[in-house]
Each structure stands twice: as structure tokens, then as C-alpha cells.
């Protein structure tokens, strides 16, 4: 006993040299449970991911491995590059702009796909040193930052719908409500009652116990298939070091890699600026390693697109884990090596997100729809910032938020937020009010839909 208290003051010692623990007035306890807690809100990615990206025809299996790997190593960047509680893994938002927008949308190979998720990274890495990254966060208007992430928030919720069989097409509207009495809708709205109740009631990982409430009603009512819990992991090898990087240099290619360099820019800063805030790591406003912790997010991009996985970028449930204690890069440890133990949750993944089949072909994902449609509220709030009384500002504003879930397309959001903006700002004699990128991103949009689209 004597002997194993010992190693444990040692060990406590140890990691209190190596992650600042008393500095940042927190405990090895603390950070376990913060890192356990993360770990469950976000856990939610390792059966989504999966569903999604086999959307754009990649294997499941190889992308369960690669998002669990990608989402370990980038945790774990995280936490030794900036010694920050923040969590890493694929961005949703980001992945159904990778398989239905580019893949499925643009018919553009997912190999290639992948390539582009690469090169975005490989930019991100290499613009640390020359401040081009601050200077696209300083000249993206406030209103257009916020109708993006609500915009986002929107598209996923419409997916979420449409794979619970709630909204289906309709020829004379586009899409109606769907038959809310059939057994995959019945699930649906089984997972999103339980789970926006576990949400209201702010329940830890409520999206996880949502998805596997939802596993177990789904097993008594015969729409998903037991198929084990735990085994030995898939192959990688479907996906591993299958990136197209030349045919990711097209010029067609080149607004998609703006896209997924905006994006993953934005999200990271984000997420980091709001997570620090809640955990008080923040020093006269601004984040100490805050390039540190950007370089994670992109090293972990570009791992992650080569083990074959969409954009990597922080994780705003980090929050929760804060919330729990965490204020170190130690709770990372801890998400991170959960991140490696569901490798072997694979039939348990594959029994969840596994697709149901319904009439006219279609194939409905009943059991992980809810977290989908509630990830689409989480993002919602951002709808305050916009200046509505400003129709220079609400215009553009709005056109991003309802273009992105209707042409189910965040460039299309993008693209008719940008040029808005421009032109009334111009129109009204504000020009000032704009950053000049505003007008070159504004004038690169027009260029594409008058000379790259039919």
C-alpha cells in the first residue's frame, strides 16, 4: 500500500510538471472526469462520421478507424502543443459539406475530396507565420461569420430530418412532412423526445444516451440487428493514404479548398475563443497559444485526411469537460484514449449507424437522426449577432442562413453572403464598412457562376 501511495504522488508529481496542473488551479482528478465528460458529449462523432461519409461512397469500417485515430492524435496535439482541455475530432458541418456538397454535389471523387481537406491543411500550417489567417477572421464581416455557423447548423438539422423520415420530397413543394407513422419515423421521434429532454435538462453526453436509447428501443422493434458490441477493428486500408493530391490542384478544385481552409479557420478560433473564455484562460482578451493550438487543428487535418476522415477541427462539447474541472491538455489525454478504445466498438458503430431500407429505395438512419437535428440547435444561437435592424447587414446575413440547407450547399451560402454584401455596401455608399477581401471574395464568387457553372 505504502509502496503504490508513493508511485502515485510520484506520478501526480509528474503530471503536475508536465501539464501545469497546480498553475492552472485544477487536479488529476479534475482532469479525468473534465476529459471523461468531453469525451461522452462528443462521442457521438465515432457513429455519425461513419454514416455520413459512406454517403460519399467511402468504406465504413476504414472510416471509423480513421476517425478514431485522427480524432486521438489531434486530441492529443492539442494537449502538448497548447496544454489546453479542447478536443479534436471531424467537424460536423464540414462533413456533409465533404460528402454531399463536393461528392455527391460536384461528382468530385472522394479520393480527391480528401485531397483538398489536405491541402487546406497544408495551407493552414503554412500561413501560421505571416498572419494570413488573422487577417481573414478581421475582414469576414461579424453578421456573415454568424449566419455560417447558424446556416450550418440548419443544413445539418434538414439531413437529420430527412435520414429520420421526417421531411421527404414532395413534387409539388420540394419537400413535406413524411409519414410520421412509420417505424423508422416512430424511432426518430423516440430519440429526439428522449434525447432534447436530456439536452433541456443538461445531462451529460446527452447525445450519446439519446443514441443508444434509441439503439435499444430500435433492437425490441426490429429495426436495427445485433451484431456484437466490441471486436477487433476494421481495415484502414480502404481509405489509408488514398488522397488525390494532384486532382485536388484543378482549378474547379480551388473554391472547394478556400471552403475547407474558411471553415476549418473559423470553427477552430471559435471554438477555441469560447472554450478558453468558459475555462478563464483568456489574458486581456486574447488566447496565449493560440497558435499552437490552431497548428493541432491543422497537423490533425492533414493526418487525419491521409488515414482518410473529413476536416478536423476543435470541439465546441469541450465546454462540458470544462465545465466538469478540465483546464488542461491532461484532460485531453483522457478523450484521447477513449478516442483509441472505441476502435473496438465496431459492430457496436456499424449496429447503429447501420442504414434502414424503406420503400422507393430510400435508406433511413433513424437511430443517429436526432443528434443531427439537435447539433442544428446547438449551433442556432449565433442568430443574435446579426445586426437585423441593418438591412446591409441582415440581408446578407439571411441569404447565407436559408441558401445553405435549401441548395444543401455551404459554398452556395457562402458565395450569396459575400456577394449581398458587397453590393449593398457599394449600393448604400458604405464601402468602408467592408474590408477589401470582402470585394475580391465577392468578385471570385461571380467569376465561378459565370464561368465554372452551367
Not at 454535389?105 to 480527391?112: E, L, R, S
Not at 424503406?358 to 442568430?383: F, K, N, Q
Amino acid at each position: 500500500m505504502r509502496a503504490g501511495a508513493a508511485n502515485f504522488v510520484i506520478l501526480g508529481g509528474v503530471l503536475d510538471r508536465l501539464f501545469h496542473l497546480t498553475e492552472n488551479r485544477t487536479t488529476v482528478r479534475g482532469e479525468v472526469v473534465g476529459g471523461l465528460t468531453t469525451f461522452l458529449t462528443m462521442a457521438y462523432i465515432v457513429f455519425v462520421q461513419p454514416a455520413v461519409l459512406s454517403a460519399a461512397g467511402m468504406d465504413t469500417g476504414a472510416v471509423l478507424v480513421a476517425t478514431c485515430l485522427s480524432s486521438g492524435i489531434a486530441t492529443l496535439l492539442m494537449a502538448g502543443l497548447a496544454n489546453y482541455p479542447i478536443a479534436v475530432a471531424p467537424a460536423m458541418g464540414h462533413n456533409f459539406f465533404f460528402a454531399y456538397t463536393v461528392v455527391v454535389g460536384m461528382h468530385v471523387p472522394w479520393q480527391v475530396a480528401l485531397g483538398g481537406v489536405a491541402t487546406a491543411g497544408v495551407i493552414f500550417i503554412l500561413t501560421a507565420g505571416v498572419g494570413l489567417r488573422e487577417r481573414l477572421i478581421s475582414a469576414i464581416p461579424d453578421s456573415l461569420k454568424s449566419a455560417m455557423a447558424v446556416g450550418i447548423g440548419l443544413l445539418v438539422a434538414l439531413i437529420g430530418l430527412e435520414w429520420g423520415g421526417l421531411v421527404v420530397a414532395s413534387p409539388g413543394t420540394f419537400v413535406t412532412l413524411g409519414n410520421l407513422k412509420s417505424p423508422a419515423a416512430l424511432l426518430t421521434l423516440f430519440g429526439l423526445l428522449v434525447t432534447a429532454v436530456l439536452v433541456a435538462r443538461q445531462v451529460r453526453g446527452a447525445l450519446l444516451i439519446g443514441i443508444l436509447a434509441s439503439t435499444s428501443v430500435g433492437l425490441g422493434v426490429g429495426l436495427v440487428h445485433y451484431e456484437g458490441l466490441v471486436g477487433a477493428p476494421p481495415s484502414l486500408a480502404p481509405t489509408f493514404m488514398q488522397l488525390d493530391i494532384v486532382g485536388a490542384l484543378r482549378p474547379s478544385m480551388i473554391l472547394v479548398i478556400f471552403v475547407f481552409f474558411f471553415l476549418e479557420l473559423f470553427d477552430s478560433v471559435g471554438t477555441l475563443v469560447g472554450v478558453a473564455g468558459q475555462a478563464g484562460l483568456l489574458r486581456d482578451g486574447t488566447l496565449p497559444r493560440a497558435r499552437q493550438a490552431l497548428l493541432a487543428d491543422a497537423i490533425g487535418t492533414v493526418i487525419g485526411a491521409g488515414l482518410g476522415t473529413s476536416t478536423v477541427t476543435a470541439y465546441i462539447e469541450s465546454a462540458t469537460g470544462v465545465a466538469a474541472g478540465a483546464r488542461t491538455g491532461l484532460a485531453n489525454v483522457v478523450t484521447a484514449s477513449l478516442f483509441f478504445l472505441s476502435l473496438f466498438l465496431f459492430p457496436l458503430v456499424r449496429m447503429i449507424g447501420g442504414g434502414h431500407p424503406v420503400e422507393g429505395g430510400r435508406i433511413l438512419y433513424p437511430v443517429v437522426a436526432p443528434a443531427l437535428v439537435l447539433v442544428g440547435t446547438l449551433m442556432m444561437p449565433a442568430v443574435r449577432a446579426v445586426a437585423w435592424d441593418d438591412p446591409t447587414e441582415a440581408i446578407p446575413a439571411f441569404l447565407t442562413i436559408v441558401i445553405m440547407p435549401l441548395a444543401v450547399s455551404i459554398t452556395e451560402g457562402i458565395s450569396f453572403g459575400f456577394i449581398s454584401y458587397a453590393v449593398l455596401k457599394l449600393a448604400t455608399g458604405r464601402r468602408s464598412d467592408a474590408h477589401a477581401l470582402v470585394y475580391v471574395f465577392a468578385l471570385l464568387f461571380v467569376a465561378r457562376y459565370a464561368f465554372l457553372t452551367s
